[in-house]
């Protein structure tokens, strides 16, 4: 079936510092990739969508400059957190519908900023 | 909008015993609707899914079966095992196609030995 790999599957950076995280669509083309964010046992909260070879397109609240997202191939959507502080700390997840009624997600990256 | 209500968690079963989590649903048109489930430090992964009307989806000993009269797609499963412990998220897709899935809150389910 469908797979999105994402990496790193966690990340420990210091306060100031860019991380980068990738979503790969392994073996069908994802023309859209939705990230979401989950704090502690909560539900997953939807960040922004992003489409191939267009501008993500960023929920409420959620700060553009802070979280870029780039999806610049059918198989690759990245989220970069610019400038990180301990409150970006949480766990990101993406997400891709995978053309069959579905969506494939990837494993999650826990990013803890110190 | 849009929206998915689950039953409040968390949910402690013994081992054999009987799963239910209710879901139910607002939505306009009709929904595909979805059951994931999350184990601890991971992603998550589809558990069934449903995408029209007396659609059952069923996996591993769950079913679920889409009921548009009561607007629910609650999960069930005849007896659970302890490696069922995680947390269970019903979610909606509005259209067929590229839109964000709309998720319950979850559902934490531990069963002991």
């Known amino acids: 079936g469908a797979v999105v790999s994402q990496h790193p599957s966690w990340v420990i950076c210091k306060s100031g510092t860019s991380v980068k995280i990738e979503c790969r669509s392994l073996?069908?083309?994802?023309?859209?990739m939705f990230w979401y964010r989950q704090f502690p046992k909560q539900s997953l909260m939807l960040m922004a969508t992003?489409?191939?070879?267009?501008?993500?397109?960023?929920e409420q609240g959620v700060e553009k400059d802070k979280f870029l997202i780039n999806h610049a191939s059918l198989t690759l959507s990245t989220l970069t957190v610019t400038s990180a502080h301990p409150e970006d700390s949480s766990f990101y997840i993406c997400?891709?519908?995978?053309?069959?009624?579905?969506?494939?997600f990837g494993s999650g990256t826990r990013l803890t900023v110190v | 909008g849009d929206s998915v209500t689950q039953m409040e968690g968390p949910v402690t079963l013994s081992e054999e015993a009987f799963l239910t989590i209710n879901c139910t649903y607002t939505?306009?048109?009709?929904?595909?609707l979805f059951w994931y489930v999350q184990y601890p430090g991971e992603g998550l992964q589809l558990l069934l899914k449903?995408?029209?009307?007396?659609d059952k989806g069923s996996n591993k000993g769950f079913e679920a079966t889409y009921r548009k009269e009561t607007t629910s797609f609650h999960l069930e499963k005849g007896s659970v095992q302890v490696s069922d412990s995680a947390v269970y998220f019903c979610?909606?897709?509005?259209?067929?196609?590229?839109?964000?899935?709309?998720f319950g809150k979850g559902t934490r389910l531990s069963v002991i030995a």
């Open positions: 073996d069908f083309q994802a023309t859209t």
């Open positions: 992003s489409n191939e070879g267009s501008k993500a397109t960023y």
């Open positions: 997400s891709a519908p995978d053309g069959n009624y579905g969506y494939t």
């Open positions: 979610a909606l897709s509005p259209y067929s196609g590229n839109t964000p899935l709309v």
């Open positions: 939505a306009t048109g009709y929904p595909s």
């Open positions: 449903a995408t029209k009307a007396d």
